[in-house]
């Protein structure tokens, strides 16, 4: 079990309980309703803020906080009620309903809902005795309500109406406002998963950006933490002379360098200079922050991982391998996304990019690590180190963070509060790339949604990156762009090693964890299969050959040559897996099965001779054919290897010159006879 679910399950059965006499009684004031890691006491029940530190994963400040109004504002006899009831309720939901305790995050998100509520009583001079059992009410503010707020409000109903009035003091609202929420809630889980693509061209840009930014500055990175631990230590280095006055008449000592003068000693200016970080300690700390928020969209967009589980990495959480003289990169890690709170382990494949991030995270704690331990004699272990610790312990920027334990708080995905790096990630929407997002789902009205409107800038989200991850990291051809393959080359490999089904490692990666990314990679593939099949098979204007492209021509398209299709049927055939589609050297393949004509190299020669799956595509061949020609051309004519590699080209030239003479009797017929083929 979890130290800290331990410790929770160990507070719960230590609280005195109610008896079935008291309806609705709450305990006493003085009650222990949370300790801290060294057993002292952290809250009493009749506190405003329960502290819930010493529960929550990574020792990060963790307070439920009762309070519903502004902090300017009094504490009223009405508003001390209401928190009162709040306190109750969330009283019965920790210690009196059964089953495992719940997380931090699930007890965040109820008294972030009791709040909500309290809100509207007091706007109402209403109890939330009275809300509670009024279905009419209940179901108004589940209407005036966004659902991501309800989303925690069934299963207080639930938990309620199980305790009864034995517990509770009052019957809550029934069946009818369950099932109102179930629809609610349903509707909002479905919007959800639209969370869109990136479409390629700005998708491309995100991810060189990021590596940009990484590469950059792992080129400096020595010698920029080498500056901070030094800042660090002396409280006058790095700061103006003004502030240094103060400071060395205290330590009768002369001023030290500012922080142009160390910039020029460090060789930092130019990289000061044209990233525009301010010369000074908390310009050091700002951008510390800001290659973390790098290196973590880095881990986002290069493993499918949710915002949570990189939070909740280690240090030690980076597994390398060399197998046939390939590196391969895992990220050993926890979730508790749908395990009820419990944290359980995980893990994830990630690529060169992602495990450099990685890296330069890791480098960037042992600063902050090294600043909490200070002179302790035991060093914080990789295992209990957070990989994304806040910046702020450095002091820098001002006020040090909150936190319990040992100290370490760990920092939160911050791209709203950086206005450039957001804007280096953003580039604007053009008409091309909405165009994308139509060919992705037809049926979503993109121009209608402000968020998409050629001209603004991409609204980039965390989630996205997962979502294009899933689309764009398959085999299906779906990414036409040179660069962006060969940015997305590597962890497609991998994700199709380690996620695809069948693999021997699939299991142990995936598991019956219903969220891991690479579930999510396995349900995507046949929608990616099919945006491709339908682009460049479908609706491509370049000339098909093979088993199936004849099929396409023959049986598919019309006296003008344009195929005609049910896109809806064509999806559902993908996903029922009646059809698949993969990219080969030479066109396609829609193979449903293991391929039984396993290419003895990149040319898929043995595709050619009579394949039912084979929907080649003319310029492709041509393409092969020169690149065949070519080491054809540099090999010795004496060689066996020259004779093996011209026969794979004849074979080639062949197929394309049948092709090509397919092409000319059918374009001469259209033309009413008019011309001739020449040789």
């Known amino acids: 079990m979890n130290s800290s679910t331990e410790s929770l399950s160990q507070l719960i059965s230590s609280v005195p309980l109610v008896g079935a006499s008291a309806i609705g009684q709450p305990p006493a004031d003085d009650t ?98 009275d809300f509670l059992t009024d279905e009419g009410e209940v179901l108004e503010f589940s209407s005036d309500t966004s659902p991501g707020a309800l989303l925690g409000l069934p299963g207080l109903l639930e938990d309620l109406a199980t305790l009864g009035l034995e517990e509770v003091g009052y019957r809550v609202a029934g069946d009818k406002v369950q099932q109102s929420l179930r629809v609610i809630l349903g509707q909002y889980g479905d919007s959800l998963k639209q969370v869109p693509p990136i479409p390629t061209r700005i998708y491309t840009h995100i991810l060189s950006t990021l590596r940009q ?84 969209l880095a881990i986002h967009a290069y493993s499918g991982m949710r915002n949570e589980e990189v939070s909740a990495l280690t240090c030690d959480c980076l597994e390398t391998s060399k197998k046939n003289g390939r590196l391969h990169y895992i990220i050993n890690g926890i979730t508790s996304k749908l395990t009820g709170g419990t944290p ?84 604007l929407i053009t008409e091309a790339d909405l165009l994308e997002l139509e060919h992705i789902d037809p049926h979503r009205a993109w121009r209608t949604e402000e968020n998409f409107v050629v001209g603004t800038p991409w609204k980039l989200t965390s989630h996205q ?79 098909l050959f093979g088993a199936h492209g004849n099929w396409i021509e023959h049986r598919l398209k019309d006296n003008d040559g344009v195929v005609v299709f049910n896109r809806e049927r064509t999806m559902r055939r993908f996903k029922k897996g009646e059809l698949a589609y993969r990219e080969t050297s030479i066109g396609g393949c829609t193979s449903t099965e293991k391929c039984d004509k396993l290419p003895l190299s990149w040319l898929n020669v043995e595709c050619v001779n009579g394949c039912k799956n084979l929907v080649g595509r003319l310029p492709k061949l041509e393409r092969v054919i ?52 020449r040789d």
Not at 490 to 511: K, L, Q, W
């Open 465 to 543: 990156l997962r979502r294009s991850l899933a689309l764009y990291a398959q085999r299906s051809g779906l990414v036409s762009l040179p660069s962006l393959r060969r940015q997305l080359q590597h962890i497609t490999e991998e994700m199709s090693r380690y996620y695809a089904r069948g693999s021997v490692f699939a299991e142990n990666f995936i598991g019956d964890y219903k969220a891991h990314f690479g579930r999510e990679w396995q349900s995507t593939q046949p929608a990616s299969a099919a945006l491709s099949y339908i682009k460049n098979v479908l609706l491509g204007d370049e000339v």
């Open 32 to 129: 222990v309703v949370s300790r801290r890691g060294d057993g002292t006491v952290a809250s009493r029940y009749e506190n405003m803020i329960w502290d819930w530190t010493t529960y929550a994963d990574r020792g990060r400040s963790s307070p439920l906080n009762f309070a519903f109004w502004r902090k300017k504002d009094p504490e009223t006899t009405a508003r001390a009620g209401l928190v009162r009831e709040m306190k109750f309720l969330l009283y019965l939901v920790i210690w009196r309903r059964d089953g495992p305790p719940f997380s931090y995050r699930t007890l965040k998100q109820r008294v972030g809902l009791l709040r909500a509520i309290a809100r509207r009583c007091e706007s109402r001079e209403r109890t939330i005795q």
């Open 344 to 427: 359980k382990k995980a893990s994830w494949v990630t690529g060169n990019v992602g495990a450099s991030a990685i890296e330069i995270a890791q480098k960037i704690a042992s600063i902050v690590h090294a600043v909490v331990v200070g002179d302790a004699e035991e060093a914080i272990s990789p295992g209990a180190a957070p990989l994304m610790p806040a910046i702020s312990h450095l002091g820098f920027g001002g006020r040090l963070p909150k936190s319990d334990g040992n100290g370490l708080v760990t920092s939160v995905l911050g791209l709203s509060e950086m206005p450039r790096l957001r804007s280096s990630l953003q580039p």
């Open 626 to 677: 020169v690149a065949q020609s070519n080491l054809v051309d540099a090999l010795d004519p004496t060689s066996p290897g020259y004779r093996m590699e011209k026969a794979d080209l004849e074979v080639l030239v062949s197929a394309r010159d049948k092709v090509v003479k397919r092409e000319f009797a059918r374009n001469h017929r259209k033309r009413g006879g008019e011309g001739e083929m």
């Open 213 to 296: 930014k990484l590469e950059d500055f792992n080129a400096v990175l020595d010698r920029f933490l080498d500056l901070t631990r030094k800042c660090y230590a002396d409280p006058r280095l790095g700061r103006s002379k003004g502030l240094q006055n103060g400071k060395g008449k205290e330590l009768g000592e002369a001023y030290m360098f500012t922080m142009p003068e160390l910039l020029n000693e460090y060789g930092l200016k130019e990289y000061f200079h044209s990233n525009d970080i301010s010369a000074d300690v908390k310009g050091i700390s700002n951008w510390l922050h800001t290659m973390q928020t790098v290196a973590r």
